[in-house]
């Protein structure tokens, strides 16, 4: 049975910015978002022929792309940071509200473990439910909603001991 490669083309044509969007809010980094899509991508078009005949093929797409996220993620060189220098903060410019809320969120986001990160990418931006996002990670849904709890939690306890970024621009701006 040949390899449907146009059926592969138009899946993956559909879906591409949305997995893009997806592995950015899991990883942080555009670089490693485009590199973690790459590899799932791969992986999808190594089991196309199955892919394509199951229900609902998104949910491999979305629980193949967090695999290959969690498996970057114990890579050694992923846990070290190395700077010269601070980075000069950059000048505020138009719309700095949602940008610099923006930035906040996905700071904070980052400093989430992998799990809880994942649990709040997969229900709320990908708008699973618990039992879905159950399934992708492969735990019970009473780990998600407690991961879920325990991460919405620390955010928002964090939140409350971040000055708002866009108050401190227009005292000083």
């Not at 899946?11 to 980094?29: I, K, N």
């Not at 060189?77 to 000069?88: F, I, K, M, N």
């Not at 998600?144 to 001991?161: D, F, P, Y």
Request: positive net charge; proline residues 5%.
């Amino acid at each position: 049975m040949p390899l449907d490669v146009e059926g592969y083309r138009d899946f993956v044509g559909a879906r591409l910015e949305a997995l893009r969007r997806t592995a950015y809010l899991l990883c942080g980094d555009w670089h490693t978002a485009d590199d973690l899509v790459s590899a799932a991508l791969v992986k999808l078009l190594r089991h196309w022929r199955r892919v394509s005949a199951m229900e609902n093929p998104d949910a491999y797409v979305r629980r193949t792309l967090l695999r290959v996220w969690l498996d970057e993620r114990r890579r050694p060189w992923r846990r070290e940071a190395a700077w010269a220098e601070v980075p000069d903060r950059a000048a505020p410019a138009a719309g700095v509200d949602q940008v610099a809320d923006r930035l906040t969120i996905l700071a904070l986001l980052a400093e989430l473990p992998p799990r809880r990160r994942a649990v709040l990418v997969l229900r709320y931006f990908c708008d699973l439910s618990v039992e879905e996002t159950a399934r992708e990670m492969g735990c019970t849904p009473g780990t998600v909603k407690s991961q879920s709890a325990r991460a919405i939690e620390t955010l928002r306890g964090r939140l409350v001991g971040v000055p708002s970024l866009t108050q401190e621009v227009r005292t000083n701006g």
